[in-house]
């Protein structure tokens, strides 16, 4: 016994809508043949909803949805240390999963399936992705500058959690070997990242020319770009997850389109601190793959790729003064399509035999009137909280607006609670 | 007998939670010393509820919900001349009425008070307004060339509005006068608008500057950028709205800050349609009172003022590297408080004699969890479907998320059905 929806019109598909069909976690038939009223499936009415495979969050560092809205006009340093790291340093393995519980339950309600997250305890956040039902690429970020210095216990941590969690919760969680960037890991503690990401075939999640000025020290200190310098230590011999690339230069991009690299564009969290607006437009001429993600809520302030999408082609076509730039349909692929092949699921999320992952978006709203075009629709009309239904695997996470794996009174209580403590101490 | 909120969360007041009450339409005490169970007012709870006196959107055209997700990625003048334009031409009164009430539906339903429009048939927009129980300075936007071209029935329409609909509804409903752009009407329309103006003493509203052409072919054609033409005409002599303003230079932002104009920066519509980025940092650097506005949903796709604020600050920061320009107070203040002069209101929402406008956002979400700092959260956090309550005047037009004022599946289907209609004549 399976489940349909029925007469949903998926995004990407023909422009008819669809019957959409799934048994046992996997996509089983589009537009079934049989008469929905004649199976013993479960039939859910699609009927004026948008269906999308569920958007991928391409970076991010779920837990820290605890700092959200904590001291936001302050300049980096000040924010770094006076706020965000004393609190960060107390946080414990029980805070982090309430935490990274809130961030997912965020990002389910607004249609996010899958998270590419780099933090720590990641024990505690892979049993916050097992229980809620999502599917997630967790990174421990590796800080060493070199072996002996912390690099050994940094590189064992991340051993343990790929020996541990790689693959698990029927393939829903994965493990990225992560060197959190250039400027924080020494060049020995790259190698060895690259050659345990090789040992293990998992892929590798790594920060890459965030700001300006991060890239000016790391030419007046080694001749290269952060591109460069990474490809110098065959790191892109991995599939890599190159976060940020806000100051890559056309050099930088023959590099990152020659190898297999998604980079993570993350429009708002840029624009939030200032770090300025990554190349997207060149970066797809030339044929980079990129995708889309929310960086931590601490920087951005939410979890909402539909928010995403509206800063990718607002920054774009505003800064080079273009309204060609940045079509719906590109940055609607940016955000379902670009991460799929890194997070190991098949590009087409509505073929046959692919995991049941599925999002649908009620359009019957005044914002979404009148109905034009789906594609325009969802880039530029949508509220993520237009969100009713997802599925991962074929299992209902949210339905008719309810989370369905997750306790989300209990989650905010508890996020509440650990904040009042922290503060407190 | 009055309603009273009670403990919710005045944005840019104390930070203590606080009673509101109002009667008569005005808001007669904050934090009144009654205790409200002893009173015979309509007590409505505000815990973990924002409140705001509105949003005002400073530039708009209500009826072109019609055209939203029709055609967005087709270049500029392709889009008018094969979409926009013939089926504009086709709209009857009726119609802009329908239309016109769908996007007052949005604008309630994302927080929006008071509505600064510019459109035709304007009676049928008057009309909505009236009904619906809104805020709104509305426009006849003149093109003509010359007074015997067009010019003298323009602005014969624009004075029988005037006459017809200036300070009806209660002093809802406002006119202005209104050329359209300095290359739609020619000089002596432009100073007979000024003359009607002080006339009748109303504002002005005109779109100035919006594209790098226009300033380039009027530099071209007359010596002086649009700012300084409208200068030489004596425009700024009547409190002016000026829209867009995206491409002003030192000069013309001096003039600006010289005179009673108010900016309607429009940072979607502008990104949109590649008019760029306006220097709002430097307007406000020189003392210039900019606001916010959406423009038509044709080139935006959505009437949300909240959507608006976050675009503000990521395009400032973002192309000027800065995480200092635009704090969330600043962007809070141009939605809110800048154009209140303009439409009448006095400066602070909340001051008692204030007509009762109020907004209540609920903050009980995960994507507004934790609660650290209240005006964060309005310029990062919060989704315009948080915001649960809105009255004008002191009447509830939405309450609960349901509109009082609009019957909204009507609305719906008549727009749907006008779409239709149009579509396959």
Redesign the interface.
């Known amino acids: 016994m399976g489940t349909i929806i029925r007469n949903a019109h998926p995004i990407g598909a023909s422009l008819a809508d669809t019957n959409l069909r799934f048994e046992d976690g996997r996509i089983a038939a589009l537009n079934p043949l049989q008469d929905p009223s004649q199976t013993s499936d479960t039939v859910i009415d699609g009927a004026g909803k948008l269906a999308i495979p569920g958007f991928i969050n391409a970076h991010t560092h779920l837990a820290m949805?605890?700092?959200?809205?904590?001291?936001?006009?302050v300049?980096?340093q000040v924010w770094l240390e006076d706020h965000i790291w004393p609190l960060e340093q107390q946080l414990q393995p029980e805070d982090v999963y309430w935490c990274s519980l809130?961030g997912i339950?965020?990002g389910i309600?607004?249609g996010t399936t899958t998270f590419v997250d780099m933090y720590f305890h990641n024990e505690q956040i892979a049993r916050a992705v097992e229980e809620s039902g999502v599917r997630a690429l967790l990174a421990y970020g590796m800080i060493a500058s070199s072996l002996q210095d912390r690099g050994r216990s940094e590189l064992a941590k991340t051993e343990s959690l790929v020996q541990n969690w790689h693959g698990r919760a029927n393939g829903r969680i994965q493990i990225s070997v992560s060197p959190h960037a250039v400027y924080t890991c020494g060049e020995e503690v790259i190698r060895a990242a690259v050659d345990m990401a090789h040992k293990y075939g998992t892929t590798l999640h790594t920060h890459v020319s965030e700001t300006?000025s991060e890239v000016d020290e790391w030419k007046a200190k080694t001749g290269m770009t952060p591109v460069e310098y990474l490809q110098s230590l065959d790191v892109f011999s991995v599939p890599t997850l190159a976060a940020h690339c806000v100051h890559v230069d056309a050099d930088d991009i023959g590099i990152l389109a020659a190898h297999p690299v998604t980079v993570a564009h993350c429009?708002?969290s840029?624009?939030?601190?200032?770090?300025?607006?990554a190349p997207v437009h060149a970066m797809h001429q030339s044929g980079v793959s990129v995708a889309i993600g929310t960086d931590g809520a601490a920087s951005?302030?939410?979890?909402?790729i539909v928010?995403e999408l509206?800063?990718c082609?607002?920054?774009q076509?505003?800064?080079?003064?273009?309204?060609?730039?940045m079509?719906?349909?590109q940055v609607i692929s940016m955000a379902v399509r670009a991460a799929r092949g890194l997070v190991g699921l098949p590009e087409d999320g509505f073929s046959e035999g692919a995991p049941a992952d599925v999002v649908l978006f009620d359009t019957?709203h005044?914002?979404t009137?009148?109905?034009?075009?789906a594609e325009?629709?969802l880039?530029?009309?949508v509220?993520?909280?237009?969100v009713t239904d997802v599925y991962v695997d074929g299992k209902a996470l949210l339905k008719n607006g309810e989370l369905r794996t997750i306790d989300?009174e209990r989650?905010?209580s508890e996020?509440?609670r650990?904040?009042h403590r922290l503060k407190n101490r």
């Open positions: 949805v605890l700092f959200r809205g904590l001291a936001d006009d300049p980096l809130l339950a965020e309600r607004s300006r429009p708002k840029n624009a939030k601190l200032g770090s300025g607006i951005n302030n939410r979890l909402d928010e509206r800063a082609w607002m920054l076509r505003a800064s080079h003064e273009n309204p060609a730039y079509s719906s349909t019957n005044v914002h009137t009148p109905p034009h075009d325009a629709m880039a530029y009309a509220n993520s909280r237009d989300e989650v905010i996020v509440r650990l904040l």
